[in-house]
């Protein structure tokens, strides 16, 4: 990961904790402790569909711990209530409302340059905000990044709810204009790079997108809007930064140690078979990609150098996430660095690896190798159920090398989404196929240069 992004995550998740007590969930005494696939894609909807605020709509960052909204998870809940339609968890009238009421919250919430009492600037969302209120929380950042997984998820509302009804019409006109009145080129700097936010106190920031990762999506989108569009440059100076090499045993591929940036571009866009000029160039396309990033990081896991505690073929997965907290320990006589939050990862260029595992690091990658995501998935499961799963499924990570071992407590929004999403994806393609309706999507894949499979028909 480029340091840059991993410096931002570390700024943002800093301010924790805050706000308002989220709902109870549902009895655990009644849960269904076997494994399936469904069960653990059902009790992760669950986050989205118990927390959300009652009169705002807004998505917690985190739970239990008591948290400010993420507006990216607020992104992966759009998504994940058309999952609950299709797999009759909830009715559509039900998912209609919920998605109606946070989109006009949203749409209505205040924007301008000042320092408080705004949610917003030029279209653009601040990362973090009140769950009550929406307006910005303490002094984070202007984020592009997470404004883009916004509004993927406001796009995926504006093309499933496609009735005649008052409600779904109103959705659509909410969501088309959430995604217009961003001005994505707010933040593009003079090599047609953009920045990876802004704030009123201390201007833009000076990390970019780069180099592979998450920012794929951003790039797409903003490229795809018909009013603030980027200029099409921006994709390839965006290529220009991939670092392309073998790692782990693996082809040569597009490398970025975390896995969320391998799977947060593909939860909204189907890369089987597509191609830019760069992959075209290459051979390969972007979920071939995603698979061997995938393969690399576990065979790493396996092969671990460090010697952390449980690491096998079946208990794997580096990806930001939780972690036990920031310290040192000397463990059988050699000195072990431990993080909180952290971006953790292996690819060719580093390997930031403390020997905490983050579930959602193989549920995002199902669709790309299941024959390793599910026995993993399944394995942590039986093993750990009591410390580890919970009425929304895993907790977000947990670190067996830590004295007396280190199980989180809480679940993160943005790693409930990849697992909801994802299986969906990974059963019937359900949100790929919908958002190759979305003229916003076509146009900016086609803007950069995407061309052939599905992109033909």
Same mark, same amino acid.
């Given at each position: 990961?480029?340091k840059?992004?991993l410096?931002?995550l ?9 706000c308002?007590? /989220?709902? #109870? ?8 402790k ?9 009790r992760?909807f669950?986050y989205f569909?118990?927390l ?12 239990? *711990? ?6 990216a ?6 998504t994940?209530?058309i ?5 009759k ?8 409302e919920?998605?109606?009421k946070?989109?006009?919250?949203? %749409? ?5 340059? $000042? =320092? ?5 600037? #030029? $279209?653009?969302?601040?990362?973090f ?30 093309? +499933?709810?496609?009735g ?22 707010y ?14 106190e /201390? ?5 970019k ?8 999506? !951003? ?15 921006? %994709?390839?100076?965006?290529? #220009?930064?991939?670092? %392309? *090499? ?26 089987r ?5 760069y ?17 690399s990081?576990?065979?790493f896991?396996i092969r671990?150098?460090?010697?952390y505690?449980?690491?096998?073929e079946n208990q794997?997965g ?5 972690g ?5 320990a ?12 952290f971006?953790?990862?292996?690819? *060719?260029?580093e390997?930031?690896?403390d ?8 549920g ?12 993993? !998935?399944? @394995?942590?499961?039986a093993?750990? @159920?009591? =410390?580890?799963?919970?009425?929304? $499924? ?5 670190? !067996?090398?830590f004295?007396?071992? %280190?199980?989180?407590?809480? +679940?993160?929004g ?12 990974? =059963?019937? $393609? ?7 309706k ?19 028909k």
């Amino acid at each position: 990961m480029s340091k840059n992004l991993l410096l931002l995550l570390l700024l943002c998740l800093s301010l924790l904790p805050a706000c308002e007590q /989220r709902q #109870k969930p549902a009895d655990p005494e009644a849960e269904n402790k076997t494994f399936s696939l469904e069960e653990l894609q059902r009790r992760n909807f669950m986050y989205f569909y118990d927390l959300a605020h009652p009169e705002t709509g807004l998505i917690p960052d985190r739970w239990p *711990a008591e948290s400010f909204s993420s507006i990216a998870a607020c992104g992966f809940g759009l998504t994940s209530y058309i999952v609950g339609v299709e797999n009759k968890w909830i009715t559509r009238a039900s998912a209609a409302e919920r998605s109606h009421k946070m989109l006009k919250f949203l %749409w209505e919430l205040p924007q301008g340059e $000042g =320092k408080t009492g705004i949610a917003g600037y #030029k $279209g653009l969302f601040y990362h973090f905000l009140n769950m009550n209120d929406g307006i910005r929380f303490k002094d984070v950042e202007l984020s592009n990044i997470d404004t883009g997984l916004l509004m993927a998820g406001v796009l995926s509302s504006q093309v +499933y709810f496609d009735g005649k009804d008052s409600t779904e019409t109103q959705i659509r006109a909410l969501a088309d204009s959430l995604y217009r009145r961003v001005e994505w080129g707010y933040n593009l700097q003079p090599d047609n790079l953009l920045c990876m936010g802004w704030s009123p106190e /201390r201007g833009f920031i000076s990390n970019k997108w780069s180099g592979y990762n998450e920012g794929m999506i !951003l790039y797409i989108l903003a490229l795809g809007s018909p009013t603030h569009p980027l200029p099409a440059a921006s %994709w390839e100076q965006w290529c #220009k930064t991939y670092v %392309w *090499a073998p790692f782990e045993g693996q082809p040569e591929h597009v490398n970025f140690g975390m896995l969320f940036g391998h799977q947060y571009s593909h939860m909204y866009v189907d890369f089987r078979g597509i191609q830019d000029p760069y992959m075209k160039a290459k051979g390969s396309d972007y979920f071939i990609n995603s698979r061997t990033a995938t393969l690399s990081n576990r065979a790493f896991c396996i092969r671990n150098p460090n010697g952390y505690e449980g690491y096998g073929e079946n208990q794997w997965g580096l990806t930001a996430c939780d972690g036990p907290k920031d310290t040192v320990a000397v463990i059988a006589g050699k000195e072990r660095q431990f993080r909180g939050y952290f971006a953790r990862g292996a690819a *060719a260029m580093e390997q930031p690896d403390d020997g905490t595992i983050a579930p959602t690091a193989a549920g995002g990658s199902i669709p790309f190798a299941p024959e390793v995501c599910l026995p993993a !998935l399944e @394995y942590m499961w039986a093993t750990h @159920y009591d =410390k580890l799963v919970g009425p929304y $499924g895993f907790k977000d990570a947990f670190n !067996l090398t830590f004295p007396g071992g %280190w199980y989180d407590k809480d +679940y993160l929004g943005i790693d409930q989404g990849p697992f909801v999403i994802q299986i969906q994806n990974h =059963k019937d $393609g359900l949100i790929w196929d919908l958002m190759k309706k979305s003229p916003y999507i076509r146009e900016g894949l086609s803007k950069a240069g995407f061309a052939g499979g599905w992109l033909e028909k």
